[in-house]
């Protein structure tokens, strides 16, 4: 601050730069630095998958989506993803731990995140049994992007 009499006071504040948002909203990938990661979504709902791949998409990140164990496990054995992104129920006796487990077989360090809207203290406990990381749906951008990067997911150049 500086004042003179008779002229006024300035103020002068700094402050960090805060991270660039797109025209459209989206948190940009610069702000949490998942530029180029392949993502691999298991959700038996497919507005569910497309609003996830928006939603990555819009940090950077490329995503791969399916609908459940099986074909998660031909796409991760197609092309090895940085982290998996499944939802905790799935059709049928299909779940998400399922999912995780079997590509583990093939990756035994794959990251992976559940996701569920499901908050029975059950669900909660099966997910913690199986020492993966549980989100809540809906998730807020900013908390899935630093659960994939606290699930270690490593970031890789895009593809060309």
């Known amino acids: 601050m500086t004042s003179a009499p008779g002229q006024g ?8 730069r805060a991270p660039a948002a797109a025209a459209n909203g989206d948190v940009r990938d610069e702000a949490f630095g998942l530029q180029g990661l392949h993502i691999l979504v298991v959700d038996d709902e ?7 791949k928006a939603l990555l998409e819009g940090l950077g990140c490329r ?3 399916v609908a459940g164990t099986t074909p998660a496990v031909a796409a991760a054995k197609a ?3 940085d982290i998996v992104l499944a939802d905790f129920r799935l059709r049928g006796d299909d779940n998400g731990i399922a999912t995780v487990q079997s590509i583990r077989r093939l990756f ?4 992976a995140i559940l996701l569920s809207g499901d908050t029975a203290p059950d669900r909660l406990r099966e997910a913690e049994e199986a020492g993966i990381p549980l989100l809540h749906k809906p998730v807020a951008v900013e908390v ?7 699930a270690g997911a490593r970031v890789r150049e895009p593809n060309p």
């Not at 006071?9 to 960090?16: A, D, G, I, M």
């Not at 899935?144 to 990067?149: N, V």
């Open 63 to 65: 995503a791969t989506l």
């Open 46 to 52: 497919d507005q569910v998958r497309l609003g996830m």
């Open 9 to 16: 006071t300035e103020f002068r504040f700094v402050l960090p």
């Open 144 to 150: 899935l992007a630093e659960a994939i990067t606290a």
């Open 79 to 81: 092309e090895k993803p």
């Open 108 to 111: 035994p360090a794959m990251p």
